[in-house]
């Protein structure tokens, strides 16, 4: 990072060691003075921190690890009052620390003392606080959408795996991810096939026709899990026993959750209508509210970034190979990036090479040609895939317009095939 300071102004080093409770913090000032202390994760001990740096005059620029969330509140008091904050990679950290000391042994007051070396020798990068760049509301309604969508993936697994084998498990035929709600209604009214056998034909079809949706032949659905009911491997349980409460205190959960992922999938939606950069990245195929809600959560402004193999780092998506004398390495993904963002533009390009056809299909049938049975082949070409959907975000929102399909086609040196017409720019 370029020093911009004026060479005339005093510049004072803060370098901070943050933890869950205490910070170690370090600050050399412009004529060599060194201050430590521990300074806790109080508003008072804040307060204190700036105004000493406040006291020192001059230019402050301060460096940290990112740790947790735990750095976020020490980082915007900082900002706000005026310092400098800038950040230090973890890895980076690690490897000069072991450079320096010769030894994997690490502590707090060691750790700042690294930081500070790293921070007067330019080793820093950028630190963006979400609140003062204004996505933090984004970035918790993604990451309260993550949650929600895990949790409700472990108690699915819980339900899936244990209760159905259980209970009912001639019911799993029925699950289907994307249409489940029938499926966890009619578990709720009808957990065992003791409870299905305890009516009648006639009134167990009454009783279950609102529950399993808009069926074409709901009927003859209901007769096949009537039927199936006389017949389950499923284990005898009571009408009423505790463990048939449990099953129903799971799928209530389940319920719930699905829910909330519903509002917040509709927060998303109201939130990000009217977001130009939202509605651009929605118009690359397989990019939805939600994957462009995570996209912008977690970089922020893509403007901030001068190229595209700069926000490409930041997502992981850069190659590294291991080199040491006469050996070489093969290239691969350093994955030292975002790892949500990852997950993102990966799941992004599932979708979009199961499009009939957009140039990211064909980028990764050009890939998969020479073997597509090949599982290694076919991931590294998902991957390829995933990073130049990442690239083409880039470009889309640093330019201001939506993606173009078949972009590629549409240029002088080539024609646009028949098929791909509709696709084309006017």
């Known amino acids: 990072m370029a020093d911009t300071t004026d060479a005339t102004t005093p510049l004072h080093w803060l370098a901070i060691d943050v933890g869950r409770y205490w910070n170690a913090v370090l600050i050399e000032t412009a004529t060599g003075e060194r201050h430590r202390f521990r300074m806790a994760n109080s508003a008072e001990d804040l307060d204190r921190l700036v105004a000493f740096a406040q ?213 998303a939606k109201a939130v990000l209508c009217e977001n130009v950069d939202s509605i651009h990245l929605q118009s690359l195929p397989g990019i939805g509210p939600i994957i462009a809600l995570t996209i912008l959560a977690e970089a922020g402004d893509l403007r901030r970034f001068g190229h595209h193999r700069q926000f490409l780092k930041y997502c992981g998506f850069d190659l590294a190979k291991v080199q040491s004398g006469v050996q070489r390495g093969h290239e691969k993904l350093s994955k030292r990036g975002n790892a949500r963002l990852r997950m993102a533009f990966w799941m992004a390009a599932q979708v979009a090479i199961r499009q009939r056809e957009n140039s990211f299909r064909e980028k990764y049938d050009r890939y998969v040609r020479t073997n597509p049975l090949d599982a290694d082949l076919k991931r590294k070409a998902l991957t390829a895939v995933a990073a130049k959907m990442a690239r083409v975000a880039y470009a889309i929102v640093k330019k201001g317009l939506p993606y173009r399909q078949f972009f590629e086609q549409s240029l002088p040196s080539g024609s646009i095939p028949l098929s791909r017409a509709v696709g084309a720019p006017s």
Not at 94 to 111: H, Q
Not at 166 to 190: G, I
Not at 242 to 264: D, G, N, S, W, Y
């Open 55 to 267: 006291h020192l005059g001059g230019h402050t620029r301060a460096a940290f690890e990112p740790t947790g969330d735990y750095h976020r509140a020490v980082g915007h008091r900082l900002l706000s009052a005026g310092v400098e904050v800038v950040s230090i990679s973890s890895v980076a950290q690690a490897r000069y620390r072991e450079a320096i000391f010769n030894s994997w042994d690490k502590n707090d007051p060691k750790d700042a003392a690294v930081i500070l070396a790293m921070l007067k020798q330019g080793h820093v990068q950028r630190y963006v606080d979400p609140i003062i760049a204004g996505h933090h509301d984004l970035q918790e309604l993604s990451k309260t959408y993550y949650q929600i969508s895990r949790a409700r993936t472990r108690v699915q697994h819980a339900i899936l795996n244990h209760h159905v084998p259980l209970y009912f498990p001639e019911m799993v035929r029925y699950w289907s991810a994307t249409r489940s709600d029938w499926w966890v209604r009619f578990m709720l009214a009808f957990p065992t096939p003791q409870h299905v056998r305890s009516l009648g034909w006639e009134a167990f079809i009454a009783a279950a026709w609102d529950l399993v949706g808009r069926k074409v032949n709901k009927r003859a659905r209901l007769v096949e899990i009537w039927e199936t009911a006389a017949r389950s491997a499923a284990l005898p349980h009571p009408l009423e026993s505790l463990a048939v409460e449990t099953f129903r205190l799971t799928l209530r959960h389940f319920q719930h959750l699905t829910e909330l992922r519903a509002e917040i999938e509709h927060r």
